[in-house]
């Protein structure tokens, strides 16, 4: 029995040291970012791009609600000329899922010109589009658009790469799986670090899939 005890109380101790890591990093990943976040779109200093993160797309091409709430806001800086164009940035690793064209065939219904927009294929991840963004298509002066749970992390890994982007957060709006949404987004947060940590490339530094 004592045996017993000793392995309950050392498993107890071990949850308890893990939601505290795992909070405690989520603090600090806010802080080190919480001046680079804008929540009013009224507010934010303009930028020459606004940069899209791509989210999940449906088999139609429709965007997902948490993707066109991204789009949204993007479109509502370029009408306000917050911006002068866009980096999409997602995944089109295969022919028939394709993130960015989506979202492009989005904006262009919307009036935007498809001269101002650019298409990053190969943004598999946060921190693909992120690298990808500074190194490989040179932008310097950005807005970066989407959630208020994604934010974080994006600036955080963007500002350690040496790119001094600003963020806005998408409309706020509660998605029916917003607190796994935030479990995963609080895990990611490790992720993000290590690939920091290690200098970590990008899948491609292609600029245009093969």
Known sequence: MKLFRKLIL????????????????????????????YSEITEIPSAKTGII??????????LSPILEDRVETAYQLYKLNKIENFLVSGDHRTDDYDEVNAIKNHLVKKGVSPEDIILDHSGFDTYDSMFRAKSVFDIEDAIVITQKFHLPRSLYIAKNLD???????????????SETIKRREQLANFKAIWEIITNQEPTTLEKQPK
């Open 10 to 37: 050392a498993f107890a101790l071990f949850v308890i040291i893990s939601i505290l890591i795992i909070f405690g990093l989520e603090a600090y990943v806010q802080k080190e970012t919480s001046n680079l976040i």
């Open 53 to 62: 993160l791509g989210a999940s797309v449906h088999s139609d091409g429709k």
């Open 163 to 177: 790119a001094e982007y600003k963020g806005l957060e998408a409309a706020p709006v509660a998605y029916t799986s």
